[in-house]
């Protein structure tokens, strides 16, 4: 089992700043990439960015220059920057662990809002 908890989202002007959080806990043996993918209303959740354990990165065209994603062991952060209003999203965050059994599974957290107004 693992759990991942997220933090950090809310409401905030366009131009303005987020950090949004998810830390893993449980039983496995290793995680693998952590990220980030976000959901608006009426469309399908698309990645935005993600890390793998050894810190290679990717991030989606529209975030580049604005999002940062980092990662300190069991928590992927993402600082958002620049936010406009089509950030305004549900935010989710995922990570793929390595089982003591050998597979490797990705699990996912509730989700955090993030509205930009503008």
């Known amino acids: 089992q693992v759990q991942l908890v997220e933090s950090g989202g809310g409401l905030v002007q366009a131009g303005g700043s987020l950090r949004l959080s998810c830390a893993a806990s449980g039983s496995f043996f290793s995680i693998n990439t952590m990220g980030w993918y976000r959901q608006a209303p009426g469309k399908q959740r698309d990645l935005v960015a993600s890390?793998?354990?050894?810190?290679r990165t990717v991030n989606v065209d529209s975030v580049k220059g604005r999002f940062t994603i980092s990662r300190d062991n069991a928590t992927v952060y993402l600082q958002m920057n620049s936010l406009k209003a089509e950030d305004t999203a549900v935010y989710y965050c995922f990570a793929t662990v390595l089982t003591h059994g050998g597979t490797f599974f990705t699990n996912w957290g509730q989700g955090t809002q993030v509205t930009v107004s503008s």
């Open positions: 890390i793998t354990s050894g810190g």
